[in-house]
């Protein structure tokens, strides 16, 4: 369920027309609703009431500070990969005790925050990761509490670049060596097991892959409970996936009914990672048409949003909707959209049909929440767009339009030239 919809022919986030905040606020423009925002996270969170639980909402989908506040005072935590994420995450008031780090990569720097912030947990990649973490938790007199990202060796069948589950994948410690690494974290002195983690990709429409993950954990569990290692928590990642299109994903419940029953007599504190389920179809990216131009081949709509601005239809071939944000003509044409940036896979859409739209008028492209501006970028030296959140009859902007001068904020010009 989500809030976006027409009245008198115009799209409304709330009770707010999209049009005004064009107006206002200006274009591109990402614009999140929160009364979906807040029902995405109660739903799923409520879903588990049940059992012992925490919704570690997955930063890296959208992470603006005001994002991440509503969701802490929902009784979120917040699942982060770097030390900038952890950085918001403490900023945006999210106690430390709700947050777990995961992550290939992690950095002396950034294990060193994590470790003076005393996280709930590191969800760790590889018997390096927990050599070192070990080491620096040593150094300043604490003890890390830990959990081992398994690579469960499933197929998520979803998009290959977010597939995270595989033998062949970056991600996790093989789940039959895994066993010889738990060994080794029960005896280092600095390290505390707390855990299993696994997270097997991302937009997954299937419930089948996190089925066979899950039995997989469920057997390593086993075995570690026999060589004395107990574990408290379990941690099963993001990855649910949503309507974008025609998929038709799991609804939250019922994810939780499979898992729940999966989990059935295990005695461990369930956590989540959830990120696209929660904020995807929260969050829409508002764009003004520039220019309608007809090539004898094609019929382009030039927009002034870029592959800068919503890279998935660029880096995934995603599918996202396209409506009017005001509907006036009954006329359809299939059009390509594509932004202003000088590369030919700078588009938004590709042979899609839509409603008649003038120039100057504005479109919505649907389903943004989730990794939209999360990965835009400055390309072409484009200024990133501005955030509003609605809440009602009333809108916010939780993020000013980069300016030109921003662009350029760090750099300088050496003296020699
Ligand atoms: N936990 C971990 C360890 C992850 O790596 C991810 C996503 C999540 C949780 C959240 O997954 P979600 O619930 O959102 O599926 N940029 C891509 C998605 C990359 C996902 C990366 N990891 C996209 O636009 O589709």
């Not at 929660?278 to 990216?285: C, H, K, T």
């Amino acid at each position: 369920m989500h809030h976006f919809n027409y009245h008198d022919q115009e799209l409304h986030c709330e009770r707010v027309p999209l049009k005004k905040i064009a107006e206002e606020v200006g274009t591109p423009c990402y614009v999140y609703s929160h009364a979906t925002l807040s029902h995405h996270f109660t739903v799923f969170d409520g879903a588990f009431e049940k059992v012992p639980h925490l919704t570690c909402y997955s930063v890296k989908a959208n992470s603006n500070l005001a994002i991440l506040r509503l969701f802490g005072s929902l009784g979120g935590g917040v699942d982060i990969v770097s030390g900038g994420e952890l950085y918001r995450a403490l900023k945006a008031g999210i106690p430390s005790d709700r947050i777990v780090y995961s992550g290939v990569g992690k950095t002396l720097d950034e294990i060193d925050y994590a470790l003076r912030e005393n996280i709930l947990m590191f969800n760790i990649e590889s018997s390096q990761e927990l050599a070192f973490i070990n080491e620096r938790a040593g150094k300043m007199g604490t003890r890390a509490r830990i959990a081992l990202r398994v690579n469960p060796d499933v197929d998520a069948k979803t998009h290959p670049y977010i597939s995270t589950g595989m033998k062949k994948n970056k991600f996790g410690i093989d789940v039959d060596s895994a066993i010889q690494d738990y060994l080794k974290a029960k005896s280092l002195h600095n390290v505390e097991i707390l855990g299993v983690d696994c997270h097997i990709g991302s937009q997954l429409t299937d419930i089948s892959p996190f089925v066979d993950a899950l039995r997989r954990l469920r057997m390593l569990i086993k075995k570690l409970e026999e060589s004395g290692i107990h574990i408290s928590h379990l941690d099963l990642g993001g990855g649910l996936g949503i309507p974008y299109n025609q998929e038709t994903p799991p609804h939250p419940t019922e994810y939780a009914r499979a898992v729940m029953e999966e989990m059935e007599g295990l005695h461990c504190t369930l956590i989540f990672e959830p990120g696209r389920v929660i904020v995807g179809n929260a969050g829409v990216l508002l764009t003004k048409v520039l220019y309608t131009k007809s090539t004898p081949s094609k019929n382009f709509l030039i927009v002034d949003a870029g592959m800068n601005d919503l890279l998935r239809p660029s880096l995934y071939d995603s599918y996202h909707h396209i409506q009017p944000v005001v509907r006036s003509s009954a006329e359809s044409r299939v059009v390509d959209v594509v932004g202003p940036i000088c590369e030919s896979g700078d588009f938004l859409a590709r042979d899609r049909s839509l409603p008649v739209v003038p120039e100057g008028d504005c479109l919505a492209v649907m389903s943004a929440g989730a990794y939209g501006f999360t990965m835009a970028s400055n390309y072409n030296s484009r200024p990133r767009a501005a955030e509003v959140l609605v809440k009602d009859d009333q809108y916010f902007v939780i993020r000013h339009r980069e300016t030109w001068d921003d662009l350029i904020r760090q750099e300088q010009v050496p003296p020699i030239l």
